[in-house]
């Protein structure tokens, strides 16, 4: 429980402790994901927990969140994609929400061409997505789906006892 509180030197709200753990302070926007969907949404850092980071959304939810499924711009500003890369990105079809993708191409304004995890297909700026890993976004996309399963198959018991 003491990880946390090490001396650390915090740059634009992220810093890494002696161990190389990444170290986010509070008050950071983020983009993490959610337990109860499996979808990423932007957030503020709250404070330290064991696994991760307790993470507070706009309408006042809080939940605690494993450092793996929060994603920062300040990581993330570096990475270069390409066709074949995986990403987080901003959805067509949902405001404010974000999901696993990967990239099909690119043009010259830093717009890329993504297909999400459900097929959907959308032509997203580079500042609405973060690179993840291939085996993120396989343990993302899997995560969703399965809970998208579930869901569905608690309304179609719903309908036929209904």
Do not use: C
């Not at 959805?91 to 061409?113: E, L």
């Not at 993840?132 to 569905?152: G, H, P």
Request: glycine fraction near 8%; hydrophobic fraction near 35%; avoid cysteine.
């Amino acid at each position: 429980k003491q990880w946390y509180q090490r001396r650390v030197a915090i740059t634009a709200g992220i810093a890494k402790n002696e161990d190389s753990k990444t170290v986010f302070s509070k008050g950071l926007v983020v983009l993490a994901r959610w337990g109860d969907e499996g979808w990423y949404f932007r957030g503020k850092v709250v404070k330290p927990t064991v696994g991760g980071y307790l993470v507070e959304d706009n309408s006042g939810h809080r939940e605690d969140i494993d450092n793996k499924h929060i994603l920062v711009d300040e990581q993330d500003i570096k990475k270069s994609l390409s066709a074949g890369s995986h990403v987080v990105a901003l959805h067509p079809d949902y405001s404010f929400s974000y999901a696993p993708a990967r990239v099909t191409g690119t043009d010259d304004n830093w717009f890329f061409d993504l297909k999400f995890y459900d097929q959907s297909e959308a032509e997203v700026p580079r500042e609405e997505m973060y690179f993840i890993s291939a085996e993120q976004y396989q343990e993302d996309a899997k995560f969703i789906r399965n809970i998208e399963e579930a869901l569905l198959g608690n309304f179609a018991g719903y309908l036929i006892f209904s």
